[in-house]
T-cell receptor, first 114, second 113 residues
């Protein structure tokens, strides 16, 4: 039972480089989301999706793009990496259901921008 | 800005003791409440949902006080393995979507032998 799979687990980039963080889930969840976690800041929502073909901005979307062409995949693209984007990135998915639907997290991507 | 406030700790507690911490939230219309556990350099994992009538899962008890807008987590007979950061999570919507879902910054718990 894979759950939410993120790749890569670690990445070092130079300022200005672009890259894509991959996220895939095998639970047929409608909702998927990307968070970043920084020391003292807690988890902050970057972008989210309520279904294939639908995406929306979260709290801190600048510098990131997403797409949701399938239910399973929700990649996060850094267009031109900046040192401020050094962080731990978590992808999560959840079911549409009624109440108390928890987020299921991937094990994170640790990204350093030099 | 909708906020969720937690005491960051750390709470240093001897093994076997009972420990409790609270989380306050500002959005009175919040629908769903959770406690997550996050180990160092790991992803958050659901510990338990919090129901209106309160609920218990083994050594863990969660309570919701809508009037005062706080939720609490009580851990009895604490184990060394309970050492972690506990995140309070509040959802203003009834469904599972991430929009509006607000995470507290976490309370760091250290269980000492």
């Amino acid at each position: 039972n894979a759950g939410v799979t993120q790749t890569p687990k670690f990445q070092v980039l130079k300022t200005g480089q672009s890259m894509t963080l991959q996220c895939a889930q095998d639970m047929n969840h409608e909702y998927m989301s990307w968070y970043r976690q920084d020391p003292g800041m807690g988890l902050r929502l970057i972008h989210y999706s309520v279904g294939a073909g639908i995406t929306d901005q979260g709290e801190v979307p600048n510098g990131y793009n997403v797409s949701r062409s399938t239910t399973e995949d929700f990649p996060l693209r850094l267009l031109s990496a900046a040192p401020s984007q050094t962080s731990v990135y978590f992808c999560a998915s959840s079911s549409r259901g009624q109440k108390n639907q928890p987020q299921h997290f991937g094990d994170g991507t640790r990204l350093s921008i030099l | 800005r909708k906020e969720v406030e937690q005491d960051p700790g750390p709470f240093n507690v001897p093994e076997g003791a009972t420990v409790a911490f609270n989380c306050t939230y500002s959005n009175s219309a919040s629908q769903s409440f959770f406690w997550y556990r996050q180990d160092c350099r790991k992803e958050p994992k659901l510990l338990m949902s919090v129901y209106s009538s309160g609920n218990e899962d083994g050594r863990f008890t969660a309570q919701l006080n809508r009037a005062s807008q706080y939720i609490s987590l009580l851990i009895r007979d604490s184990k060394l393995s309970d050492s972690a950061t506990y995140l309070c999570v509040v959802n203003p919507y009834s469904g599972g979507g991430a929009d509006g879902l607000t995470f507290g910054k976490g309370t760091h718990l250290i269980i000492q032998p």
